[in-house]
Nanobody, 119 residues
Framework: QVQLVESGGGLVQFGGSLRLSCTAS????????MGWYRQAPGKQRELVAT???????NYADSVKGRFTISRDNVKKTVYLQMNSLIPEDTAVFYC?????????????WGQGTQVTVSS
């Protein structure tokens, strides 16, 4: 059973920083595209940032210049460094692993970690 375990969430003040981590197990981590998504109360889950197996990154416009996604294939971990946090960043953040192999899609999700930004 593939597992993605997030950590690093918490309560932070406006303008503060947090670093989320997501560690994978039972998965060939290096060949998967990894991503962070978030879901605020009453809203749909939205993409925050992705990093491809080759290291290409992509960010939502709302977090560009503030958030940085990175990965460590040896540790099977993807990170999300979040700076200049604002109350609108308050959400549950989810880690995602995605890959297409042999014409079949594979996608896995973590359980989520709460990020709360106070004003």
């Amino acid at each position: 059973q593939v597992q993605l375990v997030e950590s690093g969430g918490g309560l932070v003040q406006f303008g503060g920083s947090l670093r989320l981590s997501c560690t994978a197990s039972r998965i060939t981590f290096s060949i998967y595209d990894m991503g962070w998504y978030r879901q605020a109360p009453g809203k749909q889950r939205e993409l925050v940032a992705t990093i491809g197996s080759g290291g290409t990154t992509n960010y939502a416009d709302s977090v560009k210049g503030r958030f940085t996604i990175s990965r460590d294939n040896v540790k099977k971990t993807v990170y999300l460094q979040m700076n200049s946090l604002i109350p609108e960043d308050t959400a549950v953040f989810y880690c995602n692993a995605h890959g297409t192999f042999g014409g079949r899609d594979y996608a896995y999700w973590g359980q989520g970690t709460q990020v709360t930004v106070s004003s």
